[in-house]
C-alpha cells in the first residue's frame, strides 16, 4: 500500500483533532474529486515502519480524538488488509482513540469486511458532483452517509451517526 501524506492534527476529517491518512489507489474516479492524485495505487509514498511510527507518535499525544484513513480509497482491494491490520493495532493500543473511515463504496457493500469491528465512524458512497453541498458536515455530496458503524452491526441496519 501507499500513501500522500499523513496529516498530524486535522480538524476537517472527524470529530476532534485527528492523524489522518490518505492512502493510494481508488476505483470510483467520481467527477471533480478533491484528491484526484490518489487514485493510482502506486502513488506517494510506500507505506512501512515510519509511517506507523509516524502515525503512533501523533496518537500518543493527549490531544489526539484518533484516526481518519481516507484517500484516495481504504477500502480500495490492494489496501482492505493493511488498513485493517493498522486499525486492529490501534484499536488495541489506542482503545479510547475513535477511527473514521471515508469510502467510495456502500455500507451494503461493505459492512462484512473484518476491519468493521474496529471502526466507529463510516462515511459511504461515492462522491458525487451533482450532490454537491457545502453545508453538510463530514460529507461533501448529499448521498453519502456518516454511519455509526458499531450500532449499525448491532442491529443490522444502518444507523446514522451524529455528534
Known amino acids: 500500500m501507499n500513501y500522500l501524506k499523513i496529516d498530524k492534527c486535522s480538524t476537517s476529517n472527524g470529530i476532534g483533532c485527528r492523524v489522518v491518512i490518505w492512502v493510494s489507489g481508488c476505483n470510483h474516479h467520481c467527477k471533480n474529486c478533491q484528491n484526484p492524485q490518489t487514485w493510482g495505487k502506486n502513488s506517494g509514498i510506500p507505506f ?9 507518535n501523533q496518537l500518543d499525544k493527549s ?3 484518533g484516526i481518519t484513513f481516507s484517500g484516495g480509497d481504504p477500502l480500495f482491494p490492494d489496501n482492505r488488509e493493511i488498513v485493517c491490520t493498522i486499525s486492529a493495532l490501534i484499536k488495541d ?5 475513535t477511527q473514521w473511515l471515508y469510502t467510495g463504496y456502500k455500507w451494503e457493500e461493505i459492512k462484512n469486511l473484518p476491519i468493521m469491528e474496529y471502526l466507529d465512524v463510516v462515511v459511504d458512497g461515492q462522491y458525487e458532483d451533482d ?3 457545502i453545508t453538510l458536515k463530514w460529507r461533501g455530496s448529499s448521498n453519502q452517509r456518516v454511519i455509526d458503524v458499531q450500532e449499525s452491526l448491532k442491529q443490522n441496519k444502518v444507523i446514522f451517526w451524529c455528534d
Not at 48 to 56: H, V
Not at 93 to 97: D, F, M, N, Q
Request: proline fraction near 5%; aromatic fraction near 20%.
Open 48 to 56: 512501512d515502519l515510519d509511517a506507523i511510527f509516524e502515525i503512533w
Open 63 to 65: 490531544y489526539i480524538s
Open 93 to 97: 493500543c489506542y482503545p479510547a482513540k
Open 131 to 133: 450532490k454537491r453541498d
